[in-house]
């Protein structure tokens, strides 16, 4: 065999395996990416502090060392750049739909031995999750800029949404809310300070405008009291998150991050007391030495991790008596339709927990076993039949009652919607009904647009005031719109939205037999 054909051959086995170990590294990325989520509940939470730190390194690292002239204990205010790794081949002049951004990239040097490649691993996790926090509280939006230019960055199904609505005003203001910037204890306001007058009322206008602003502000500033020379301080941390820039010009991207420390003399001091205390040379890093500030730094860390340690759920204490509640399903031998084998396993079933205690409350239902969960055929059923399919499911469904059609006039699709009241049982807040609406979509793919108009609609009904949404699909839903479910669900809107996608109808089917006769004969 030739020399070339031999070396050839050699080049494309090492190509093959190098490959062959990437995937296999992809795999492993996500499935630790997966389990983290899955083990850490509050991630989004667990990220923001870790930015949170960032950016308090970035700002003592610029008050220390005197590197930037105006960043100084008078004004420890500081604005960081977040880098991002943009994939400059991905985005196409001109275009400014879509968000381009890497979290990491296997190479043969970073992945050469396993410690290499578990190093890379653990690098790329925490970029993954600290850029979709950063994402998820910017909105997903961003700008492109060109010299002094700035360009929206939007993805296309939030792009589509905005087309839907017509009043030019409007659209502003959904643009305004898009982009103003996660914050925590502060926000930007424009007030001509020259223009206010001492001891002259304060005019509506700039009244008007502090309120707007109090409204941007996402979250109250993290908080933490300190003593120095005997004297009490409070000390307010101030974060914002600006929307991603991707600069053309420089060819860079990166997150604006704002931190600031607001440090104060304790608030019990009033009037002329609380301006004297300022003056103090105690109120002031400044004037402390340099062990002082060390310490400083060390109690701020602390402080926040602290904060960090409580995202985490805490044992609760041993109890002498405890009320333990059960949820568990137990597969039985019987016979098809043997209803006296199912009660006597049942009575079997109770006498053994009345051994172990006192049966408070006892509630039991049976269902036919099935072998698996199986891919329906979604396509055979008509639009009408997977309407129809939902309705059944819920009328037959413990905790569900007085389930009707409602009919929106205005839905696109024409569409009919679900309306069924949920039955909530709490031992200590006693029996609530909840309205809940669900949306059939008989589709492949529900996106982000569609879902945002869908929560809008929800304004229209006639009370009482619809509690939960759930949007029910024959298919599945995108990504983006999974991801602004799961953030519009964490915020304090008091409408549930929850999803419905063809592997979960599967799943409930495959324990209601019947229905599945019935649809999918």
């Given at each position: 065999m030739p020399k070339k054909t031999i070396k050839r051959d050699l080049a494309e086995q090492n190509a093959a395996r190098t490959t062959n170990r990437f995937n296999r590294h992809v795999e492993t990325f996500r499935k630790l990416l997966g389990d983290y989520e899955c083990d850490h509940p509050n991630w989004r939470e667990e990220a923001l502090m870790w930015l949170i730190k960032y950016s308090l390194r970035g700002l003592r690292h610029c008050i220390e060392s005197g590197s930037e002239s105006k960043i100084t204990w008078d004004s420890p205010f500081v604005e960081l750049r977040y880098p991002i790794d943009w994939n400059w081949k991905s985005w196409r002049k001109g275009k400014t739909n879509g968000i381009y951004i890497q979290t990491g990239t296997f190479t043969d040097a970073n992945t050469k031995t396993k410690s290499l490649a578990t190093a890379t691993l653990a690098k790329m996790l925490v970029k993954h999750l600290s850029v979709l926090t950063l994402q998820e509280f910017t909105n997903k939006v961003g700008f492109e800029k060109r010299g002094s230019s700035f360009t929206p960055i939007l993805a296309s199904d939030i792009s589509k949404w905005l087309t839907t609505i017509k009043s030019k005003r409007k659209r502003l203001q959904a643009m305004k809310g898009l982009y103003h910037p996660f914050s925590m204890g502060a926000a930007r306001v424009n007030i001509d300070t020259n223009r206010l007058k001492p001891n002259a009322p304060v005019r509506k206008s700039v009244v008007k405008e502090l309120y707007e602003a109090t409204a941007l502000i996402d979250r109250p500033p993290l908080t933490w009291n300190a003593t120095v020379d005997g004297h009490s301080l409070k000390i307010s941390l101030i974060f914002q998150i600006h929307q991603l820039v991707v600069d053309i010009d420089q060819r860079s991207a990166h997150?604006?991050?704002?931190?600031?420390?607001?440090?104060?003399?304790?608030?019990?001091?009033?009037?002329?007391?609380?301006?004297?205390?300022?003056?103090?040379?105690?109120?002031?890093?400044?004037?402390?030495?340099?062990?002082?500030?060390?310490?400083?730094?060390?109690?701020?860390?602390?402080?926040?991790?602290?904060?960090?340690?409580?995202?985490?759920?805490?044992?609760?204490?041993?109890?002498?008596?405890?009320?333990?509640?059960?949820?568990?399903?137990?597969?039985?031998?019987?016979?098809?339709?043997?209803?006296?084998?199912?009660?006597?396993?049942?009575?079997?079933?109770?006498?053994?927990?009345?051994?172990?205690?006192?049966?408070?409350?006892?509630?039991?239902?049976?269902?036919?076993?099935?072998?698996?969960?199986?891919?329906?055929?979604?396509?055979?059923?008509?639009?009408?039949?997977?309407e129809r399919l939902l309705f059944n499911l819920v009328s037959h469904t413990r905790g569900y009652e007085n389930p009707e059609w409602l009919t929106h006039t205005n839905a696109p699709d024409k569409g009919r919607d679900i309306s069924v009241m949920r039955i909530v049982r709490d031992p200590l807040l006693g029996t609530r009904q909840l309205r809940v609406v669900i949306q059939c979509k008989h589709k492949k793919g529900v996106g982000i647009a569609e879902v945002i108009q869908l929560r809008e609609q929800m304004a229209l009904w006639e009370q009482p005031r619809?509690?939960?949404l759930i949007i029910a699909t024959s298919g599945r839903f995108s990504g983006d719109s999974v991801q602004w479910i799961e953030k519009h669900n964490q915020s304090n809107n008091a409408l549930r939205i929850s999803m419905w996608p063809d592997s979960h109808l599967e799943r409930i089917l495959s324990e209601r037999p019947n229905l599945l006769s019935e649809f999918f004969h």
């Amino acid at each position: 065999m030739p020399k070339k054909t031999i070396k050839r051959d050699l080049a494309e086995q090492n190509a093959a395996r190098t490959t062959n170990r990437f995937n296999r590294h992809v795999e492993t990325f996500r499935k630790l990416l997966g389990d983290y989520e899955c083990d850490h509940p509050n991630w989004r939470e667990e990220a923001l502090m870790w930015l949170i730190k960032y950016s308090l390194r970035g700002l003592r690292h610029c008050i220390e060392s005197g590197s930037e002239s105006k960043i100084t204990w008078d004004s420890p205010f500081v604005e960081l750049r977040y880098p991002i790794d943009w994939n400059w081949k991905s985005w196409r002049k001109g275009k400014t739909n879509g968000i381009y951004i890497q979290t990491g990239t296997f190479t043969d040097a970073n992945t050469k031995t396993k410690s290499l490649a578990t190093a890379t691993l653990a690098k790329m996790l925490v970029k993954h999750l600290s850029v979709l926090t950063l994402q998820e509280f910017t909105n997903k939006v961003g700008f492109e800029k060109r010299g002094s230019s700035f360009t929206p960055i939007l993805a296309s199904d939030i792009s589509k949404w905005l087309t839907t609505i017509k009043s030019k005003r409007k659209r502003l203001q959904a643009m305004k809310g898009l982009y103003h910037p996660f914050s925590m204890g502060a926000a930007r306001v424009n007030i001509d300070t020259n223009r206010l007058k001492p001891n002259a009322p304060v005019r509506k206008s700039v009244v008007k405008e502090l309120y707007e602003a109090t409204a941007l502000i996402d979250r109250p500033p993290l908080t933490w009291n300190a003593t120095v020379d005997g004297h009490s301080l409070k000390i307010s941390l101030i974060f914002q998150i600006h929307q991603l820039v991707v600069d053309i010009d420089q060819r860079s991207a990166h997150f604006p991050i704002t931190v600031g420390l607001h440090i104060l003399p304790d608030n019990t001091l009033k009037g002329k007391a609380f301006l004297q205390a300022l003056e103090e040379p105690w109120s002031n890093p400044k004037h402390w030495n340099e062990s002082e500030r060390e310490l400083f730094w060390k109690q701020l860390f602390k402080g926040l991790h602290q904060l960090y340690e409580s995202l985490a759920p805490s044992p609760t204490r041993e109890i002498a008596e405890a009320v333990v509640s059960v949820t568990a399903k137990i597969k039985v031998a019987s016979k098809d339709n043997d209803l006296d084998a199912t009660g006597s396993a049942i009575s079997k079933m109770l006498n053994a927990f009345k051994k172990t205690g006192q049966v408070i409350e006892w509630d039991c239902e049976t269902s036919p076993v099935v072998a698996a969960v199986r891919k329906l055929p979604w396509s055979k059923i008509s639009d009408q039949d997977f309407e129809r399919l939902l309705f059944n499911l819920v009328s037959h469904t413990r905790g569900y009652e007085n389930p009707e059609w409602l009919t929106h006039t205005n839905a696109p699709d024409k569409g009919r919607d679900i309306s069924v009241m949920r039955i909530v049982r709490d031992p200590l807040l006693g029996t609530r009904q909840l309205r809940v609406v669900i949306q059939c979509k008989h589709k492949k793919g529900v996106g982000i647009a569609e879902v945002i108009q869908l929560r809008e609609q929800m304004a229209l009904w006639e009370q009482p005031r619809v509690d939960e949404l759930i949007i029910a699909t024959s298919g599945r839903f995108s990504g983006d719109s999974v991801q602004w479910i799961e953030k519009h669900n964490q915020s304090n809107n008091a409408l549930r939205i929850s999803m419905w996608p063809d592997s979960h109808l599967e799943r409930i089917l495959s324990e209601r037999p019947n229905l599945l006769s019935e649809f999918f004969h």
